[in-house]
């Protein structure tokens, strides 16, 4: 069999009954009955032994007419579904079909022998009954049994097979797929529940006898058929789980959100059909009698049709386990489909080549290729319409991109790039009717107001290098902080900027000053507590145990006061202020700017003044995948958040929404920072990286504020302007989510395997070359390109040269004279010279301000700024003394 053979087949297009619904109708209903077909057998030769044991005419008068209904049901009624299941299978899934004849033709020929036995003994049966001698009578009876229960012998072996077929992926023998793992735990099930279930139907004939005498007997003794089986049942459920492979038992128990409504129906059933039947045995009404009865045959179907579903989903994504997958592509043939394309090797498409005229239509016939098998459109079984009404194109791209890969219940995408996005576009503007839903990142000329919000001049504070006796150089620990303002449901991050400061006292031999310095701070613009973001306060207390007023952060910071002295750094620091990216009035204002004085602690005096900016956004790309009806580009709607939570705990099976929803909202770090979650760093990029394939820079600026589209800018310093983009440094998101889940790896989380199962490295050929990595430790260091601060030889980190430790980093680095890296070439992400959208210089007020141009302090020999005379050797770092390359 190959791809070409597999795809010979036309899709059989059902639409609103497509999904399944057909099979799960048809089959659900024949299964019922076939099961009662064998246990049904047993009963009427055991109750016709009853009625001659008993010499009681009214008990085989009661078997004739049982077997009446018996016959109708399973011989007319079971025969037709039978034929229906045959009819649609082999016209939804023609190739798995065929499989299956192929493998079992002989088991399927040996059933229908079984089959006709059990045609003609029970006809001749029923047609002799008081005609024929008993002894003659209960032998046909007891070959109609022997034939059915050998009929569900063989049908539950290819049943089994498919979800269980062990040696035969390797040896496809026949009788290693037969006596499958599953073959004896399932069989001892389903013979416990054929038992079962001719006790409940023996409850519909028997609440008819009008002798009561009579009737209350026969119920009693249809209840002991029901429940003596059902002991067994448990029994044999317990087996059949545990004699599952640990792929398959995981499926059901812990991987597929879908199962979970059925796996516990079939619990809450379990007990309900006990207590039911345990209400038959005691007097009442015939009429209540007959509604429970009835009730019973009900509560049956859906016991039946929750083992099935439960069973039917464990071999997911695949029809048979390992080898077809659900769309009845072969697990074999999916490279070479990849490689030349899904239309190209079904023989029925009619575009075998997409171009942007028939993109759409060529998005149809995927969808009929690879999606049809399991989703309807409007229909009652698995509508694709709610399930992707949320995602733009490049969402349902996305997903497409992660599908099968973390939630292994359905199949990788196959196909080329380009038929991924056809399918993409057909989901999301086609059968959602949505028009062009192609946007990622929200209406630009709502990007544009709010950029004109703040985009002004921004005014340098003032120095006179002939009187000022000090530099005071301020600066943020990070060149955008992004955190969450959706606390009401979860917190990703806190409000809790960073800011450092340096007070220099200018001279040939300058000197940092931190003793007898008072060093305050001022957020100018940019903090507010509306009630939109009263929640984080709420969130914050409930962390601390204390209550924090607005204003304050976690760390006891305010957006004003005093910074604390670091003698070993000779800095002030200000952590943890709890800015936001909100003005007084409500706009957003990304780049608030803080003032920062130095004093002398004892006069009073001051010293040295400046301005930075401190760079806070909300902006987060949630609404790109989980939108809902989020407009605005920056911060995460009620809807976005909600809609966080909820795949988070259909995949994880986690019950966060409905906590926050009590008032109880969590921090993402409460679980992800522990030894047995992932930490979040490594969660977030690792299951991201999953969706975002193969998209370099662009996976970067789909969740970072960094896109063109984007209020706010992530990356805006020198190498920025020089065309350099997030990759460059930290690598291409597949690497730099792999060298996070090989320390989580390391460090026994076994969870980073799901992770890691599907990515594919890009700087390295294997995933082993790549070295574990600690997020905001070990951070691409400047020096992998600036070898020993010269002109760079490459634009390209190494993926494996990172920092050390936090004394490395860049945030935190001094040079050879003690002063740090960040005080003279600003903030990271926001390198000196820094164009910012938002205003002229706002951030390079620092060097703006001291040598009245954006280059880094001192550039191009400046050395007079903090040393007053023009220096010859190089006292910071090799190269400081060379002019400054990259001019605006």
Same mark, same amino acid.
């Given at each position: 069999?190959?791809?070409?053979?597999?795809?010979?087949?036309?899709?059989?297009?059902?639409?609103?009954?497509?999904?399944?619904? /057909?099979?799960?109708?048809?089959?659900?209903?024949?299964?019922?009955?076939?099961?009662?077909?064998?246990?049904?057998?047993?009963?009427?030769?055991?109750?016709?032994?009853?009625?001659?044991?008993?010499?009681? +005419?009214?008990? /085989?008068?009661?078997?004739?007419?049982?077997?009446?209904?018996?016959?109708?049901?399973?011989?007319?009624?079971?025969?037709?579904?039978?034929?229906?299941?045959?009819?649609?299978?082999?016209? =939804?899934?023609?190739?798995?079909?065929?499989?299956?004849?192929?493998?079992?033709?002989?088991?399927?020929?040996?059933?229908?022998?079984?089959?006709?036995?059990?045609?003609?003994?029970?006809?001749?049966?029923?047609?002799?009954?008081?005609?024929?001698?008993?002894?003659?009578?209960?032998?046909? @009876?007891?070959?109609?049994?022997?034939?059915?229960?050998?009929?569900?012998?063989?049908?539950?072996?290819?049943?089994?097979?498919?979800?269980?077929?062990?040696?035969? =992926?390797?040896?496809?023998?026949?009788? *290693?797929?037969?006596?499958?793992?599953?073959?004896?735990?399932?069989?001892?099930?389903?013979?416990?529940?054929?038992?079962?279930?001719?006790?409940?139907?023996?409850?519909?004939?028997?609440?008819?006898?009008?002798?009561?005498?009579?009737?209350?007997?026969?119920?009693?003794?249809?209840?002991?058929? =029901?429940?003596?089986?059902?002991?067994?049942?448990?029994?044999?459920?317990?087996?059949?789980?545990?004699?599952? %492979?640990?792929?398959?038992?995981?499926?059901?128990?812990?991987?597929?959100?879908?199962?979970?409504?059925?796996?516990?129906?079939?619990?809450?059933?379990?007990?309900?059909?006990?207590?039911?039947?345990? /209400?038959?045995?005691?007097?009442? %009404?015939?009429?209540?009698?007959?509604?429970?009865?009835?009730?019973?045959?009900?509560?049956?179907?859906?016991?039946?049709?929750?083992?099935?579903?439960?069973?039917?989903?464990?071999?997911?994504?695949?029809?048979?386990?390992?080898?077809?997958?659900?769309?009845?592509?072969?697990?074999?043939?999916?490279?070479?489909?990849?490689?030349?394309?899904?239309?190209?090797?079904?023989?029925?498409?009619?575009?075998?080549?997409?171009?942007?005229?028939?993109?759409?239509?060529?998005?149809?016939?995927?969808?009929?290729?690879?999606?049809?098998?399991?989703?309807?459109?409007?229909?009652?079984?698995?509508?694709?319409?709610?399930?992707?009404?949320?995602?733009?194109?490049?969402?349902?791209?996305?997903?497409? *991109?992660?599908?099968?890969?973390?939630?292994?219940?359905?199949?990788?995408?196959?196909?080329?790039?380009?038929?991924?996005?056809?399918?993409?576009?057909?989901?999301?503007?086609?059968?959602?009717?949505?028009?062009?839903?192609?946007?990622?990142?929200?209406?630009?000329?709502?990007?544009?107001?709010?950029?004109?919000?703040?985009?002004?001049?921004?005014?340098?504070?003032?120095?006179?290098?002939?009187?000022?006796?000090?530099?005071?150089?301020?600066?943020?620990?990070?060149? =955008?902080?992004?955190?969450?303002?959706?606390?009401?449901?979860?917190?990703?991050?806190?409000?809790?900027?960073?800011?450092?400061?340096?007070?220099?006292?200018?001279?040939?031999?300058?000197?940092?000053?931190?003793?007898?310095?008072?060093?305050?701070?001022?957020?100018?613009? @940019?903090?507010?507590?509306?009630?939109?973001?009263?929640?984080?306060?709420?969130?914050?207390?409930?962390?601390?145990?204390?209550?924090?007023?607005?204003?304050?952060?976690?760390?006891?910071?305010?957006?004003?006061?005093?910074?604390?002295?670091?003698?070993?750094?000779?800095?002030?620091?200000?952590?943890?202020?709890?800015?936001?990216?909100?003005?007084?009035?409500?706009?957003?204002?990304?780049?608030?700017?803080?003032?920062?004085?130095?004093?002398?602690?004892?006069?009073?005096?001051?010293?040295?003044?400046?301005?930075?900016?401190?760079?806070?956004?909300?902006?987060?790309?949630?609404?790109?995948?989980?939108?809902?009806?989020?407009?605005?580009?920056? @911060?995460?709607?009620?809807?976005?958040?909600?809609?966080?939570?909820?795949?988070?705990?259909?995949?994880?099976?986690?019950?966060?929404?409905?906590?926050?929803?009590?008032?109880?909202?969590?921090?993402?770090?409460?679980?992800?920072?522990?030894?047995? +979650? /992932?930490?979040?760093?490594?969660?977030?990029?690792?299951?991201?990286?999953?969706?975002?394939?193969?998209?370099?820079?662009?996976?970067?600026?789909?969740?970072?504020?960094?896109?063109?589209?984007?209020?706010?800018?992530?990356?805006?310093?020198?190498?920025?302007?020089?065309?350099?983009?997030?990759?460059?440094?930290?690598?291409?998101?597949? *690497?730099?989510?792999?060298?996070?889940?090989?320390?989580?790896?390391?460090?026994?989380?076994?969870?980073?395997?799901?992770?890691?199962?599907?990515?594919?490295?890009?700087?390295?050929?294997?995933?082993?070359?790549?070295?574990?990595?600690? %997020?905001?430790?070990?951070?691409?260091?400047?020096?992998?390109?600036?070898?020993?601060?010269?002109?760079?030889?490459?634009?390209?980190?190494?993926?494996?040269?990172?920092?050390?430790?936090?004394?490395?980093?860049?945030?935190?680095?001094?040079?050879?004279?003690?002063?740090?890296?960040?005080?003279?070439?600003?903030?990271?992400?926001?390198?000196?010279?820094?164009?910012?959208?938002?205003?002229?210089?706002?951030?390079?007020?620092?060097?703006?301000?001291?040598?009245?141009?954006?280059?880094?302090?001192?550039?191009?020999?400046?050395?007079?700024?903090?040393?007053?005379?023009?220096?010859?050797?190089?006292?910071?770092?090799?190269?400081?003394?060379?002019?400054?390359?990259?001019?605006?």
């Amino acid at each position: 069999m190959n791809s070409s053979w597999l795809l010979h087949y036309p899709v059989w297009e059902l639409d609103v009954f497509g999904g399944g619904f /057909l099979i799960a109708l048809i089959a659900t209903l024949h299964v019922y009955v076939a099961h009662f077909a064998v246990g049904g057998g047993l009963f009427l030769v055991l109750t016709e032994m009853k009625g001659w044991r008993e010499n009681s +005419q009214p008990v /085989l008068d009661y078997t004739q007419k049982h077997c009446r209904f018996f016959m109708l049901l399973t011989m007319v009624f079971g025969s037709v579904t039978g034929v229906g299941i045959w009819f649609v299978i082999s016209l =939804l899934s023609p190739s798995s079909t065929s499989i299956l004849i192929h493998t079992f033709v002989f088991a399927w020929a040996t059933e229908w022998v079984f089959f006709v036995g059990e045609i003609i003994t029970l006809f001749v049966y029923y047609y002799t009954f008081g005609k024929m001698q008993k002894k003659q009578h209960l032998t046909v @009876g007891w070959l109609y049994f022997v034939f059915a229960w050998l009929s569900l012998f063989v049908v539950n072996g290819i049943v089994a097979f498919m979800l269980t077929p062990g040696e035969w =992926l390797e040896t496809q023998n026949f009788w *290693d797929g037969f006596f499958n793992p599953t073959f004896l735990s399932s069989l001892f099930f389903r013979t416990c529940m054929a038992f079962m279930l001719a006790g409940l139907f023996g409850f519909l004939t028997s609440v008819r006898i009008k002798e009561d005498e009579l009737r209350e007997s026969m119920i009693k003794y249809c209840l002991r058929w =029901l429940l003596i089986p059902f002991f067994f049942l448990m029994e044999a459920a317990y087996l059949y789980a545990i004699s599952l %492979p640990e792929p398959q038992r995981a499926m059901i128990f812990s991987r597929s959100p879908e199962i979970l409504p059925f796996l516990k129906a079939f619990l809450w059933i379990s007990p309900l059909i006990f207590l039911v039947s345990i /209400l038959m045995a005691f007097r009442a %009404p015939v009429k209540v009698k007959k509604v429970l009865a009835y009730i019973l045959v009900v509560i049956g179907l859906l016991y039946m049709g929750s083992f099935e579903w439960i069973r039917e989903a464990g071999r997911r994504p695949y029809l048979i386990y390992g080898y077809a997958y659900s769309n009845s592509a072969l697990a074999k043939d999916l490279k070479t489909i990849e490689k030349q394309g899904l239309l190209k090797s079904a023989r029925w498409a009619k575009n075998r080549e997409i171009s942007e005229s028939n993109q759409k239509e060529a998005g149809k016939e995927i969808f009929n290729l690879l999606c049809a098998s399991c989703h309807s459109v409007g229909g009652p079984v698995n509508d694709i319409l709610p399930l992707t009404k949320k995602f733009t194109v490049f969402a349902m791209d996305s997903l497409l *991109d992660g599908m099968g890969k973390i939630n292994d219940y359905m199949p990788l995408f196959i196909g080329t790039v380009e038929e991924q996005e056809a399918l993409a576009v057909y989901i999301s503007e086609v059968l959602q009717g949505a028009g062009d839903r192609s946007q990622v990142a929200g209406d630009k000329s709502q990007v544009a107001g709010y950029r004109s919000q703040v985009a002004v001049p921004v005014d340098i504070p003032p120095f006179d290098p002939e009187t000022d006796k000090y530099v005071l150089l301020a600066w943020s620990g990070k060149g =955008l902080y992004c955190f969450s303002d959706c606390d009401a449901y979860f917190s990703l991050k806190a409000p809790g900027s960073d800011i450092y400061a340096t007070l220099i006292r200018r001279g040939e031999t300058p000197e940092r000053v931190t003793e007898n310095i008072k060093m305050s701070y001022q957020v100018e613009q @940019g903090f507010e507590s509306s009630s939109k973001h009263s929640s984080f306060w709420q969130y914050a207390a409930s962390l601390t145990g204390k209550n924090i007023p607005p204003d304050t952060g976690i760390s006891g910071k305010k957006t004003g006061g005093q910074m604390n002295a670091d003698a070993d750094r000779q800095v002030f620091t200000a952590k943890g202020v709890p800015i936001m990216p909100y003005k007084d009035d409500g706009s957003f204002n990304p780049y608030p700017l803080v003032s920062i004085e130095a004093r002398d602690s004892e006069s009073g005096e001051l010293l040295a003044s400046t301005r930075t900016v401190v760079p806070v956004s909300t902006e987060i790309g949630c609404k790109n995948c989980h939108r809902g009806n989020q407009t605005e580009p920056i @911060g995460i709607s009620d809807e976005t958040a909600q809609d966080i939570l909820k795949v988070h705990d259909r995949m994880n099976r986690t019950d966060l929404l409905k906590t926050a929803q009590k008032g109880n909202p969590k921090s993402c770090a409460e679980c992800h920072s522990g030894l047995k +979650q /992932l930490n979040l760093s490594a969660a977030i990029h690792g299951f991201h990286a999953n969706y975002l394939t193969e998209r370099n820079a662009d996976a970067c600026i789909a969740c970072h504020p960094a896109g063109e589209g984007s209020p706010t800018q992530f990356f805006r310093g020198i190498h920025y302007e020089i065309g350099f983009d997030c990759s460059n440094c930290h690598g291409i998101l597949e *690497d730099h989510a792999i060298s996070l889940l090989l320390a989580e790896k390391q460090a026994g989380k076994t969870s980073a395997d799901r992770l890691l199962k599907h990515l594919k490295p890009k700087a390295k050929s294997t995933i082993a070359e790549i070295s574990p990595r600690m %997020p905001y430790i070990h951070e691409p260091d400047c020096l992998n390109c600036h070898v020993n601060f010269q002109s760079p030889e490459t634009d390209t980190s190494e993926i494996n040269l990172r920092t050390k430790d936090e004394n490395h980093l860049y945030s935190l680095r001094s040079d050879d004279a003690g002063m740090m890296c960040a005080a003279c070439h600003g903030a990271p992400h926001a390198l000196y010279p820094a164009k910012n959208i938002f205003g002229d210089d706002r951030d390079n007020i620092a060097p703006m301000q001291y040598q009245q141009n954006p280059y880094p302090i001192a550039a191009n020999r400046n050395c007079k700024v903090c040393h007053t005379v023009d220096m010859e050797e190089e006292v910071h770092h090799p190269n400081s003394l060379n002019m400054f390359r990259n001019v605006r």
